[in-house]
Each structure stands twice: as C-alpha cells, then as structure tokens.
C-alpha cells in the first residue's frame, strides 16, 4: 500500500512562489507514475503535472508550462511542484497521485491508484 502526504500549501500574494512536496510511505516510487492534479470549489479536478519516477520524464498541462515544474528526490522519496509566478486562479486544492507503471501521456484522475489528502494554496491578488 501507498501512503502519501502533501505539504508546502499555504497563502502567497501574486507573483510569489511555492513548492509543494509529495511523500510517499509504505512503498518508494520506484516505477510509479506521480501526478499532481488540482481543484478549485465548484470546479473540476484538473491535471497539472506528472513524473515517471525511474526515467525522471515529465508531463504537464499546457496551461502550466513554463511556471511549473515537477521533479523527484530519489533520497527522500518525494516528489516536488515548484510553482513560480503564481496568479489567482491557480488557488485550488493541489493533490498528489500515484499510478504503478509508466506513461508518456496524461492520465486522468480514474487511472490514479493512491491520492494523497491535499494542500491549500491560497493566492491573493
């Protein structure tokens, strides 16, 4: 079983930056599909960002090239989202999820085995 703990979330002004950590316990992440998704009150749950743990190959959304950036720490076991530029839209609840295997696309939330609880993040204008 998978366990995982997202932190980092909290209250930025616009233009600030975050890093959101994902840890996993029970397993390591070793051939692990890791995804970021996020949701907004009232909103769908959207993709943000993906990483296949062994190759350390990514995937994002098209909306989040360029601000954000998902990597890995072998060492810890935790992958990270560093989110720069932040913009008030980007206020949402951000999950990690973890899906055994390994995929050069996007998945969407039903093909994620383990979800973590979530992190807030709060961006103010």
């Known amino acids: 079983q998978v366990q995982l703990v997202e932190s980092g979330g909290g209250l930025v002004q616009a233009g600030g930056s975050l890093r959101l950590s994902c840890a996993a316990s029970?397993?390591?992440?070793?051939?692990?599909?890791v995804g970021w998704f996020r949701q907004a009150p009232g909103k769908e749950r959207d993709f943000v960002a993906a990483i296949n743990w062994s190759l350390s190959s990514t995937v994002y959304a098209d909306s989040m090239k360029g601000r954000f950036t998902i990597s890995r720490d072998t060492a810890k076991n935790t992958v990270y989202l560093r989110m720069n530029n932040l913009k008030p839209e980007d206020t949402a609840v951000y999950c990690c999820?973890?899906?055994?295997?390994?995929?050069?696309?996007?998945?969407?939330?039903?093909?994620?085995?383990?979800w973590g609880q979530g992190t807030q993040v709060t961006v103010s204008s």
């Open positions: 029970g397993r390591t992440f070793s051939n692990y599909y």
């Open positions: 999820a973890a899906r055994y295997g390994y995929s050069r696309y996007i998945l969407g939330p039903e093909e994620y085995d383990f």
